[in-house]
C-alpha cells in the first residue's frame, strides 16, 4: 500500500503537516477540545433528563398520596354513614306517617336519599292550608326529623292550587341512636 496520500502536499493532511508547531497545538487542542465536549454534553443531558425525570415522579408521588388521602376520607365517610339497623328501623314509622297524614295531597315521588344524613324528599300536589297541616304534622310526630328545603309554586294541574317540593332531613344525635 502506498502511503502517497499521507505524503500529498495538495491534500489537507499535508497541508496540516505544513502548519506551524502553534497551530497544530491550537489544532490539537480544539480536537481534544471536541472529542471531549460530546460526552460531557451527553452527561450533562442525561443528569438534566434525570432530574426532570426524578421532579415529575416527586410531583405524581404527591398527587397519588393526596388522592390516597381524598379516598381514605370517602371510605370513612361512607362507613360511617351507611344504613344501620337502627336507621332502617326509623325508616318504616316515618313512611307509615307520611302515608296517614297525607290525606287529599298527591305525592308524585317520595324517596329517601342516603347521603351524609338520610333525605326525605318529597313532590306534593295539593292545597296549602293541607300542606302546612300536613308538614306540622310530621314534624310533630317525629322529632329527629327536620324541615331542609320548601319549594311551593302555582300548581299547573287545575285540580291542585299548588306544587310543593319538600326535603326533609333525618337528624340522629349520638344519644338517640344509642336508645
Known amino acids: 500500500m502506498h502511503w502517497t496520500i499521507l505524503n500529498n502536499p495538495e491534500n489537507l493532511w499535508g497541508k496540516w503537516l505544513k502548519l506551524s508547531y502553534g497551530k497544530h497545538l491550537i489544532s490539537f487542542i480544539l ?32 398527587d397519588l398520596e393526596h388522592k390516597q388521602q381524598l379516598l381514605q376520607g370517602i371510605k370513612q365517610q361512607m362507613e360511617q354513614h351507611l344504613l344501620t339497623p337502627e336507621l332502617a328501623n326509623q325508616l318504616p314509622p316515618i313512611n307509615q306517617t307520611v302515608q296517614q297524614l297525607s290525606g287529599t295531597l298527591q305525592f308524585e315521588n317520595h324517596q329517601w ?12 300536589q295539593g292545597y296549602f292550608s293541607v300542606l302546612t297541616h300536613f308538614i306540622t304534622a310530621l314534624l310533630a310526630q317525629h322529632n329527629a326529623l327536620h324541615l331542609v328545603s320548601l319549594q311551593i309554586r302555582k300548581a299547573e294541574n287545575i285540580d291542585y292550587s299548588i306544587e310543593s317540593d319538600v326535603i326533609f332531613q333525618l337528624n340522629f344525635t349520638q344519644h338517640q341512636r344509642e336508645k
Not at 433528563?49 to 416527586?58: C, N, S, V
Open 31 to 62: 480536537l481534544g477540545i471536541v472529542v471531549l465536549y460530546f460526552p460531557l454534553f451527553q452527561g450533562i443531558s442525561h443528569y438534566y433528563l434525570f432530574t426532570q425525570t426524578e421532579q415529575q415522579t416527586i410531583h405524581i408521588q404527591q
Open 113 to 124: 336519599i342516603f347521603n351524609q344524613k338520610p333525605q326525605l324528599t318529597l313532590h306534593i
